[in-house]
């Protein structure tokens, strides 16, 4: 079965400066990966998402994420933080077809003036 | 046009309780999933609806709770005898279906359950 790992709990960074959140998945074969964000009294919403391709994936709101393999990885950056970003971010992991998603236990990002 | 609604938003109870949480899921989506958020604890999943069939209830944590789908739309959770430890926040998403694993989900605003 799928897992994904968020190392980080909690982060805290400068508005305007970069931001890189880890996510690091275990599975046998090719993932699929997304990254989700829940803002403060909102619902979670999908940021990007990774099947195949390009392992550089972009989304909204300015964020991006790389895919490495050999690193079971899937971290997400975003080049300068805005105090709007500051949220709960979630990394989930598929394993693909009619089988669930499964999520990690998410990283809350602090943004700080 | 509308996104998934879950009631009530909030719902207390006391310990021994039943309740009964609703999801409306997005007009044509098939795929329907329940997650419970716990402080900490990250999604925790639940049970997966493909169409009313459930293919996956690998998650529900105990008997006490059962989830149904009826129509291939509205989604109820009901959890029997609560317990404290069941307080949390239970979500609801959806998706088009075309495979649970690959899907976009659009989540609800949640139902916080707190009990007594």
């Known amino acids: 079965a799928q897992s994904v790992t968020q190392p980080d709990i909690h982060i805290t960074v400068s508005e305007g400066a970069s931001l890189e959140l880890r996510c690091n998945y275990s599975y046998g074969a090719t993932p699929y990966l997304f990254w989700y964000v829940q803002s403060p009294g909102q619902g979670l919403q999908l940021l990007l998402k990774?099947?195949?391709?390009?392992?550089l994936v972009q989304g909204i709101k300015g964020f991006e994420a790389e895919f490495k393999r050999s690193q079971s990885s899937f971290n997400l950056r975003k080049p300068s933080v805005h105090w709007s970003d500051a949220a709960e971010y979630f990394c989930?992991?598929?394993?693909?077809?009619?089988?669930?998603?499964?999520f990690g236990t998410g990283t809350k990002l602090q943004v700080i003036p | 046009g509308a996104g998934v609604s879950q009631s009530p938003s909030n719902k207390v109870t006391e310990k021994g309780k039943d309740v009964e949480l609703r999801c409306d899921p997005i007009s044509g989506h098939t795929a329907l999933y329940w997650y419970r958020q716990s402080l900490g604890q990250g999604l925790e999943f639940l049970i997966y609806?493909?169409?009313?069939?459930?293919?996956?209830k690998s998650g529900l944590p105990s008997d006490r709770f059962s989830a149904e789908r009826t129509g291939g739309s509205v989604s109820t959770l009901t959890i029997q005898r609560t317990q404290q430890e069941d307080s949390a926040v239970y979500l609801c998403a959806s998706s088009p279906g075309l495979a649970a694993s690959t899907d976009t989900q659009y989540f609800g605003p949640g139902t916080r359950l707190t009990v007594l």
């Open positions: 989930a992991v598929g394993a693909g077809g009619y089988q669930k998603v499964t």
């Open positions: 990774y099947f195949s391709g390009d392992t």
């Open positions: 609806f493909q169409g009313n069939s459930a293919p996956d």
